[in-house]
T-cell receptor, first 115, second 118 residues
Framework: AQSVTQLDSQVPVFEEAPVELRCNYS??????LFWYVQYPNQGLQLLLK??????LVKGINGFEAEFNKSQTSFHLRKPSVHISDTAEYFC?????????????FGKGTHLIIQP | GAVVSQHPSWVICKSGTSVKIECRSL??????MFWYRQFPKQSLMLMAT?????????EQGVEKDKFLINHASLTLSTLTVTSAHPEDSSFYIC??????????????FGSGTRLTVV
């Protein structure tokens, strides 16, 4: 069984400051890792994903994440946040079963950007 | 590419009635679609995996007679909440992927349906 832990339920950050949203996972098999963003009353938008290869993954809107196998982590970072980044962020894992399995989500981190 | 359309975006129904939610893949064929439920300020929980042409696979604790899933074509899956009660009020989101999804699009999500049962 897989599980995802997002250590922070809420992260307040000042505008233009850097931010890191933490994500740790546990799995007995190799996994695919994802970060999604959700704006109020909307679905999820994929920010980035790690499948294999380079452990540093760059996504949309200036976000990036680094896969650390030894620490089973996949933390999301952005060097300078904007008010528009205020949203809920979800880390998720998938068994690399070729699309046959759903995602296991963390509980989410609410990123609050303060002016 | 890889757009998933979900309809309706919100619905209010009376207790005891049934509600159908549609999930369509607009520009790709999806042999597998997923249905999630999200309670306010909480994460998404996988309810069931919908497979085209076969029965859906439900997660433990999800009542298959309450949440009927039909995946009649490669572009459409429907979730019907039968005999809805106030405790079924939630945000329902579908997800789909094209073949070889992971290497291009990941899982694509619909915009969600806010169900309120009164």
């Amino acid at each position: 069984a897989q599980s995802v832990t997002q250590l922070d339920s809420q992260v307040p950050v000042f505008e233009e400051a850097p931010v890191e949203l933490r994500c740790n996972y546990s799995s007995s098999v190799s996994v695919y890792l994802f970060w999604y963003v959700q704006y109020p009353n909307q679905g999820l938008q994929l920010l980035l994903k790690y499948l294999s290869g380079s452990t540093l993954v760059k996504g949309i809107n200036g976000f990036e994440a680094e896969f650390n196998k030894s620490q089973t982590s996949f933390h999301l970072r952005k060097p300078s946040v904007h008010i528009s980044d205020t949203a809920e962020y979800f880390c998720a894992v998938s068994d690399p079963g070729g699309g046959a399995d759903g995602l296991t989500f963390g509980k989410g981190t609410h990123l609050i950007i303060q002016p | 590419g890889a757009v998933v359309s979900q309809h309706p975006s919100w619905v209010i129904c009376k207790s005891g009635t049934s509600v159908k939610i549609e999930c369509r893949s607009l520009d790709f064929q999806a042999t597998t679609m997923f249905w999630y439920r999200q309670f306010p300020k909480q994460s998404l929980m996988l309810m069931a995996t919908s497979n085209e042409g076969s029965k859906a696979t439900y997660e433990q604790g999800v009542e298959k007679d309450k949440f009927l899933i039909n995946h009649a074509s490669l572009t459409l899956s429907t979730l019907t909440v039968t005999s809805a009660h106030p405790e079924d009020s939630s945000f329902y989101i579908c997800s789909a992927s094209p073949g070889g999804f992971v290497f291009n699009y990941g899982y694509t999500f619909g915009s969600g349906t806010r169900l309120t049962v009164v």
